[in-house]
């Protein structure tokens, strides 16, 4: 018995090694992945001002919770300490201390009181579009939500699985038809205020660029709106789908890719252009079946 033990013990030991290394290159290439460290402890912020003010509003209470955590752990560990039990000594009864109580209660309701003033001045510039920049495209609309001079661009956001389309316009209904559009990958002008108006055709979606901002659900049969404003031009913000939206859920990505003003117009006109051929294409080919007898 005891040969078979030593013999089998060079195996399980080789075993413990491979899956301790297995571990290990698991975290490795987790922690090496190119956005692991991105927002590691604050959200993510930079490409628009909606979400520079969630990213600050989170900052306030990080700092406050700090600050709690450390008195209530503090005094924890004091009065482990301070009043341990010892060999001897009879622990004193206490059956309440008011004002204690009272002063934790009171300064609780301050800190709720705090984080609630704060959360609302901010909530107007987190939810309510600015105008466009003075480099910025000036479009004209009224649907919601609207920047004060009532200038925006719409771009309507489809989320189907797995994939997003984007079709630029003003209208995001039946009208929708005919409008240049692209897929995964949303073309944008600088220093212009965009207002998404984002749908779904079949599950919930959620569309989520993080430097732009908080992500926003796609439900079918309904509209929801979010916006965004790229300082700069030559950036690509990256981001996907983040609702479990079924087994491709993962491959659901999606892309903002700023460009200049002029760049949007030049690139929207090629891309009407590159439409109305392709179903000039389509229309020829479904003639030419109708008539060879095939449809």
């Not at 460290?37 to 209470?61: C, M, R, W």
């Not at 760049?263 to 294409?281: C, E, G, P, S």
Request: proline share 5%; aromatic share 10%.
């Amino acid at each position: 018995m005891s040969r078979i033990r030593a013999a089998l013990r060079p195996e399980s030991s080789f075993r413990r090694r491979l899956v301790a290394a297995l571990l290990l290159a698991t975290i490795v290439s987790l922690v090496s992945a190119s956005g692991a460290f991105a927002g590691l402890i604050t959200p993510e912020s930079g490409g628009s001002p909606n979400a520079d003010q969630i990213h600050s509003l989170y900052k306030i209470v990080l700092y406050i919770a700090i600050v709690v955590f450390v008195v209530v752990e503090g005094a924890l560990l004091y009065s482990i300490v301070k009043f341990r039990a010892k060999r001897g000594r009879v622990a004193a009864q206490i059956h309440g201390n008011t004002r204690l109580e009272i002063t934790w209660t009171v300064g609780a309701a301050l800190i709720l009181v705090v984080l609630a003033a704060v959360t609302f001045s901010k909530l107007g510039s987190i939810q309510n579009p600015p105008n466009s920049g003075p480099n910025g495209l000036q479009f004209a609309s009224t649907s919601t939500p609207t920047p004060p001079n009532g200038k925006k661009l719409t771009i309507c956001v489809t989320g189907r699985q797995y994939i997003w389309r984007y079709t630029y316009g003003a209208s995001c209904d039946s009208n929708a038809f005919g409008l240049p559009y692209s897929y995964q990958q949303m073309v944008v002008p600088a220093d212009t205020t965009v207002v998404l108006d984002l749908q779904s055709t079949d599950v919930i979606h959620s569309w989520w660029i993080p430097k732009l901002g908080g992500k926003f659900d796609a439900f079918p049969g309904y509209h929801n709106y979010t916006w965004f404003k790229a300082p700069e031009a030559g950036v690509v913000y990256r981001g996907q789908c983040a609702e479990l939206c079924g087994r491709n859920h993962a491959d659901m990505t999606a892309q903002v890719r700023v460009v200049t003003p002029d760049q949007y117009l030049t690139w929207l006109a090629d891309q009407r252009a590159a439409i109305a051929a392709a179903n000039r294409q389509a229309l020829q080919l479904h003639q030419q079946l109708a008539s060879d007898g095939i449809l």
